[in-house]
Each structure stands twice: as C-alpha cells, then as structure tokens.
C-alpha cells in the first residue's frame, strides 16, 4: 500500500511559481509511475505530469515548457515545479501513485491562480 501527502498549493499572481510536493510512504524508487493529475470545478480529472521508474517524463500539451516533474529517491517525493502560471490552472492537484496493480491518490491540494 502507499499513502501519499501532497503540499505547496496556495494562491499566486498569473506568471507566478509554485512548487508542489507529494511525500510517499514507501520508496519511490520502486513505483513504476507517480503522476500529478489536476481538476477543475466542473471539469474531469486530468494528467498533467507523469514520470516513470526509467526516467521517462510525459507532459499535458498546455503545461510543456512550464511544469517540471522531479522524484527524489531519497526522500521519497515527488515534485511538480509550476512556473508562468495561468488562471487555467486553477484547480485542485492530485498526486498519484501507480504501484505493482493498484493506483493510489493523494488528498489533494488546492492551487488558483488570480490577481
């Protein structure tokens, strides 16, 4: 099983950074794919970032060039580095967890971008 803690969500200005974290509770070095979904009210769930075992990365077209997915191994955390933000981003950012056959979610953590 894995538990998974996110943090860093907050309220910023359009063209602002910020970085989420996701701690899990086991070693990360041996989930194949940790993956950062958002979603916005009304919207469904979507994949913004997703990094693999092998060190493979996959973006969602409207966030390339602006968000980095980074694992740390030794510390067992996931980030995702969101810079140039846009009020589209708005939502609500899950980290996710798949390991051996089962997906694990985060609780989630609350991210708007406004002025």
Known sequence: ????????????????????????????FTISVMAWYRQAPGKQRELVAASTSAGDTNYKDSVKGRFTISRDNVKNTVYLQMNSLEPEDTAVYYCNAFYLTTSYWGQGTQVTVSS
């Not at 860093?8 to 602002?16: I, M, R």
């Not at 950074?17 to 996701?22: A, F, I, K, P, Y």
């Open 1 to 28: 099983q894995v538990q998974l803690v996110e943090s860093g969500g907050g309220l910023v200005q359009p063209g602002g950074s910020l970085r989420l974290s996701c701690a899990a509770s086991r070693s990360i």
